[in-house]
C-alpha cells in the first residue's frame, strides 16, 4: 500500500491507495479540487463538507448523463445492426429471387 497526499481546497489529504496507483488518485483529487474551486468561484467558502458534497453531486450527475448517453449510444448502434441486418436479408431475398427468374428465364431459352 502506497500513501498519497492530495490538496483539495488548500487542504492536505494523506490518502492510501494500491501500489502504482499514486498518479490516477492524484490525478482524482486534482479533478474534485477543480470541481470544489469552481463551486467557491460561484458560491464563496461555504465549508469544506458542503463544498464536498456538492462536488459530489456534481460529478454524480454528470456520471449520469454519461451512463444515459452511453446507454442510448449503445440502444442506438443496436437499432443500426438491426436495420443492417435487416437490409442484408431483404436483399439476400432479392437477389435470391432474382436467381431463380434468371434460371427460369435460361430454361425457357434452351426449351425453345
Known amino acids: 500500500m502506497s500513501q498519497v497526499s492530495v490538496t483539495i481546497n488548500g487542504r492536505n489529504y494523506d490518502l ?3 501500489d502504482g496507483e499514486e498518479d490516477h488518485l492524484s490525478q482524482l483529487a ?3 479540487d477543480g470541481r470544489v474551486g469552481e463551486l467557491v468561484t460561484t458560491t464563496g467558502q461555504i465549508g469544506d463538507l458542503r463544498l ?3 462536488a459530489s453531486l456534481m460529478v454524480a450527475d454528470e456520471l449520469g448523463d454519461a451512463n444515459l448517453a452511453t446507454t442510448e449510444s ?3 448502434r443496436k437499432a443500426a445492426a438491426d436495420r443492417y441486418q435487416l437490409a442484408e436479408a431483404t436483399l439476400a431475398a432479392a437477389l435470391d429471387d432474382l436467381s431463380q427468374r434468371i434460371e427460369h428465364i435460361a430454361a425457357r431459352l434452351e426449351g425453345t
Do not use: I, P, S
Open 30 to 32: 486534482a479533478f474534485v
Open 74 to 76: 449503445e440502444a442506438m
Open 16 to 18: 492510501t491507495c494500491d
Open 52 to 54: 464536498l458534497v456538492l
